[in-house]
Structures are given as structure tokens and as C-alpha cells.
């Protein structure tokens, strides 16, 4: 992903919340998400078994709050929040409320 100049332009357009992002665009980030937000799903369940400790967890969940709270990334995110388990939605939708309430 780093190594990819234009996914590195993407990335840094949708965190400045570029109003001309186009419909490929955002979909070729909506896809992105979906893979880091899996992967992130994964953790939390393993956070959960006690499999992966739960700092460790914290620290991928406030990884996942930075893409997540741009205005694409926001769209996104209430969207497709069925494709998810329903406590890992809690955890990201809660967290991402208070981030907007600071």
C-alpha cells in the first residue's frame, strides 16, 4: 500500500476530505477499508479469547479510527456496518462518538 504512490495520494486525500474524490476513487478506498477493517475485526475477537492482549487491541482500534473518521471513510462505514459482527460494530461505532465528541 505505502509503495503504490497513487493509493499513498488516495489515502492522503480522503483524510484531507477531498470534496473531488470520484466515484472509483472512493470506491477503490472502500475497498482498502474493508480488508483493514476485517483484519481489525479479527484482532478484537482474538482480544476477546484472551489470545492478544488487550492494549494490543486498543492500539489497532485507535488505528482504525483514523480512516475511519473522514468524511469518506464515515460514509463508508455506516454503509457497511451489516458486513461486520454486531459487538465488533459496537466497539468501532461507540469509539468513533466519542472521538467526535472531543
Given at each position: 500500500?505505502v509503495?503504490?504512490p497513487s493509493?499513498v495520494?488516495?489515502?492522503q486525500?480522503?483524510a484531507?476530505?477531498d470534496?473531488?474524490?470520484t466515484?472509483?476513487?472512493?470506491?477503490?478506498?472502500g475497498?482498502?477499508?474493508t480488508?483493514?477493517v476485517r483484519?481489525?475485526?479479527?484482532?478484537y475477537?482474538?482480544?476477546r479469547e484472551g489470545?492478544?492482549?488487550?492494549?494490543?487491541?486498543v492500539?489497532i482500534r485507535e488505528?482504525?479510527?483514523?480512516?475511519?473518521s473522514s468524511?469518506t471513510?464515515?460514509?463508508w462505514?455506516?454503509?457497511?456496518?451489516t458486513?461486520?459482527?454486531?459487538?465488533?460494530?459496537?466497539?468501532?461505532?461507540?469509539?468513533l462518538?466519542e472521538?467526535?465528541?472531543?
Open positions: 500500500m509503495q503504490d493509493m495520494a488516495l489515502i486525500r480522503v484531507d476530505n470534496p473531488d474524490l466515484a472509483p476513487e472512493i470506491a477503490r478506498y475497498y482498502l477499508l480488508t483493514f483484519r481489525g475485526e479479527s484482532a475477537f482474538q482480544s489470545a492478544l492482549q488487550m492494549e494490543t487491541w492500539g488505528t482504525l479510527l483514523l480512516p475511519l468524511n471513510g464515515r460514509r462505514w455506516d454503509t457497511v456496518q458486513r461486520f459482527t454486531g459487538d465488533y460494530v459496537d466497539e468501532l461505532t461507540k469509539a462518538s472521538m467526535e465528541s472531543t
